[in-house]
């Protein structure tokens, strides 16, 4: 097939993305090796309680994009329906990465209802590898929050990040934390 008859196909990939961690970065790199543009969507309104506000999570996970050094990538904030960023931006997929069982059921009802939204758009979900299965923002803000050690599950730049807004917020104890997926 000559390269005008390969098809484009663009992918999302949404989230809060609070904080950013290892195990989105890879589903971002792998997702990258499928398609050949992937737009990081980084949610505004999320219906939970945040530690970053919506430009700082869009500048951390652009610096753990640009530390891949892959040009198919680029980051952006969205709000309203994960459907309409699709058709926003151009895409034909929405990623999705699945850690544990308990993840299936969610992205499995999430998926229906996109399909009756927009039957035009597929979802595509990645397994998580073995290491990045624990891996969650929740247990990542909850670990940092109590000053406890997450440089193995986050890049060195969220981790400062996460120090830094801790401090802000007056340390252990005042910051809400949710118990709801990331």
Request: aromatic letters at 8%; a neutral charge; hydrophobic letters at 40%.
């Amino acid at each position: 097939m000559s390269a005008e008859g390969v098809r484009q196909i663009g992918a999302i990939y949404p989230g809060t993305f609070d904080p950013v961690h290892f195990g989105h970065i890879d589903i971002i790199q792998r997702s990258a090796e499928l398609f050949n543009t992937v737009v990081v969507g980084v949610y505004d309104r999320p219906l939970k309680s945040l530690v970053f506000p919506f430009e700082e999570r869009i500048a951390l996970v652009n610096e753990a994009v640009r530390q891949l050094g892959l040009t198919n990538i680029r980051v952006t904030g969205y709000n309203g329906l994960t459907v309409d960023f699709c058709r926003k931006v151009g895409a034909q997929v929405i990623v999705r990465g699945l850690r544990v069982f308990s993840d299936f059921e969610f992205e499995f009802r999430m998926t229906l209802a996109n399909q009756r939204l927009a039957p035009e758009v597929q979802t595509v979900t990645l397994i998580s590898k073995e290491q990045h299965t624990f891996l969650s923002s929740t247990t990542v803000r909850e670990i940092a929050s109590l000053g406890g050690d997450v440089s193995t599950m986050v890049p060195l730049h969220v981790e400062g990040a996460l120090r830094r807004r801790f401090r802000e917020l007056g340390g252990e104890g005042s910051v809400p934390l949710s118990q709801l997926r990331d």
